[in-house]
């Protein structure tokens, strides 16, 4: 079972700053992960998927990278809009699952 | 615009069933793969289960398989989960959330959710 642990639980910055998001995962999942933003009272929405492809309505300052089993998430220039919820999540095609990654909390300073 | 609403959810009791539905609107119902993911109070998120656009293929977590049914009425645009044998940790507010076109793919968007309460 492969398990996604994301870095850090919460991150503290300022408008203007930039992000880094990180979801480690136990075995390699090739680019099979996406990156979902939910903001509060709402419910989480696409944001990136196999790992570096914004999804419709993503704005470019979000990108995504990996390296190995290291994904990353970066948001180059955080606006007011971005402090929410950030979940990495991996799919595997066959048997069908997906697993969720605890989330980040992205905060204001 | 995709719209999912979800309904069925309640409080009933540990073995009890529940089936949840969702009601789909703003898409071709017949074309997606369709999803159910929960999320526990105060855990995380958790994928149940997936249908095929024309629910010949399903999949289930192992937390809820032989338990738990997903099925589908494309002539109604509603997704269905049938929610067996309930238990404590089944407690959970339900999304239902769309796949991709002919495909399960990615999940996205999701519906509001459905609170079951499992409590004697």
Request: aromatic share 12%; charged share 20%; net charge positive.
């Given at each position: 079972e492969i398990v996604l642990t994301q870095s850090p639980a919460t991150l503290y910055l300022s408008p203007g700053d930039r992000a880094t998001l990180s979801c480690r995962a136990s075995q390699s999942v090739r680019s099979y992960i996406a990156w979902y933003q939910q903001k509060s009272g709402q419910t989480p929405r696409l944001l990136m998927y196999d790992a570096s492809n914004r999804a419709p309505g993503t704005p470019a300052r979000f990108s995504g990278s990996v390296s190995g089993t290291d994904f990353t998430l970066t948001i180059s220039s955080l606006e007011p809009e971005d402090f929410a919820v950030y979940f990495c999540q991996y799919r595997d095609n066959w048997p069908l699952m997906y697993t969720f990654g605890q989330g980040t909390r992205l905060e204001i300073k | 615009q995709?719209?999912?609403?979800?309904?069925?959810?309640?409080?009933?009791?540990?073995?009890?069933?529940?089936?949840?539905?969702?009601?789909?609107?703003?898409?071709?119902?017949?074309?997606?793969?369709?999803?159910?993911?929960?999320?526990?109070?105060?855990?995380?998120?958790?994928?149940?289960?997936?249908?095929?656009?024309?629910?010949?293929?399903?999949?289930?977590?192992?937390?809820?398989?032989?338990?738990?049914?997903?099925?589908?009425?494309?002539?109604?645009?509603?997704?269905?989960?049938?929610?067996?044998?309930?238990?404590?940790?089944?407690?959970?507010?339900?999304?239902?959330?769309?796949?991709?076109?002919?495909?399960?793919?990615?999940?996205?968007?999701?519906?509001?959710?459905?609170?079951?309460?499992?409590?004697?």
């Open positions: - | 995709v719209k999912l609403v979800e309904s069925g959810g309640g409080v009933v009791q540990p073995g009890r069933s529940l089936r949840l539905s969702c009601s789909a609107s703003g898409l071709i119902f017949s074309n997606y793969g369709m999803h159910w993911v929960r999320r526990a109070p105060g855990k995380g998120l958790e994928w149940v289960s997936s249908i095929s656009f024309d629910g010949s293929k399903t999949f289930y977590a192992d937390s809820v398989r032989g338990r738990f049914t997903i099925s589908r009425d494309n002539s109604k645009s509603t997704l269905y989960l049938q929610m067996d044998s309930l238990r404590s940790d089944d407690m959970a507010v339900y999304h239902c959330a769309k796949g991709s076109y002919y495909d399960f793919g990615w999940i996205d968007p999701w519906g509001q959710g459905t609170l079951v309460t499992v409590s004697t």
